[in-house]
């Protein structure tokens, strides 16, 4: 990214400023270069009506030839040579047997071959297809290898953050159960049937009259693992169709569970990688209810 920056001359309305700054581009394109690429002062704003003073500085961020390219249906938040961590957005589906689907893996290797980069895109953890947060997706089968030869290894922090139905008591604890693949979903057993264990450490952020917001930390990395749980707990994850309440009527339309912290260490160069994304608004406006 290239960054243009511009000194505010006189008070007045952020939007109003951008508008007179780019007299050329329609009230539009203005907006959303405002919902992505606008700082005051270093700090990101989307606020349209964000009160400007007299010297204060605006920048925008320029995307370049590749940045361009870019897709829109999750966020790279990191590339190198041997992989991606990305952003997924709800709805859209990890991978995919069927090549008509729209995937994880299909939109990076459009943006791969349209950057003109000689690899292609290969899966290494999956998210569910209505769960958003980071992921992180190889450029070649050997570092997908690596990761997969030592996951637990190279992988020491991943989190979650889910809004739950209710009020969560204790605050904070454990869950620990074998799960079975049912017809349907995922079962779960308090005692062990000779399923997979799947163990879950969780801990309340926030509490509101209807719900709470509940940090998650998975010690095993088993299908639908936190919203089964969270259901074992009687605090299903809200707009769960499959796991939590028949007549769920939160005012949202997604599954409020997203992935937030992503750590591990490069299996190529070795180094450290931490990567956090914000908790979603629409489950910080259900903590306001």
């Not at 508008?19 to 581009?25: I, L, N, R, V, Y």
């Not at 990101?44 to 003073?53: E, K």
């Not at 899966?123 to 980071?134: A, K, M, N, P």
Request: glycine residues 4%; proline residues 5%; contains cysteine.
């Amino acid at each position: 990214m290239q960054k243009n920056e511009y000194i505010v001359a006189e008070p007045q309305e952020l939007l109003p400023f951008l508008m007179a700054t780019f007299a050329g581009s329609s009230k539009s394109k203005v907006k959303e270069m405002l919902a992505h690429n606008v700082y005051v002062d270093g700090r990101r704003t989307s606020q349209f009506n964000f009160p400007l003073q007299k010297g204060m500085k605006v920048s925008i961020d320029k995307p370049s030839a590749k940045d361009k390219l870019r897709p829109r249906d999750l966020d790279i938040v990191f590339e190198d040579q041997h992989l991606l961590v990305v952003n997924k957005h709800e709805g859209l589906l990890s991978n995919s047997r069927n090549p008509a689907d729209r995937t994880v893996i299909t939109v990076l290797n459009r943006y791969l071959e349209a950057s003109r980069q000689r690899c292609h895109a290969h899966i290494v953890h999956r998210l569910d297809r209505d769960t958003s947060g980071l992921m992180v997706v190889s450029k070649s089968k050997e570092v997908s290898r690596k990761f997969e030869e030592d996951w637990k290894g190279m992988v020491y922090d991943r989190r979650y953050v889910a809004v739950a139905w209710g009020r969560l008591e204790p605050p904070r604890g454990e869950v620990k159960s074998w799960f079975t693949d049912g017809e349907f979903c995922v079962l779960s057993s308090p005692v062990d049937n000779g399923g997979k264990l799947a163990v879950t450490h969780y801990e309340v952020k926030q509490t509101s009259r209807r719900y709470s917001l509940v940090e998650m930390k998975l010690d095993t990395g088993r299908r639908n693992q936190i919203r089964v749980h969270l259901r074992d707990l009687q605090h299903p994850v809200v707009h769960d169709p499959m796991y939590g309440y028949k007549d769920d009527a939160s005012p949202v339309s997604r599954l409020c569970l997203h992935a937030f912290r992503l750590c591990f260490r490069h299996p190529v160069t070795g180094k450290r990688h931490q990567f956090e994304t914000p908790v979603p608004s629409q489950f910080l406006k259900l903590l306001e209810l």
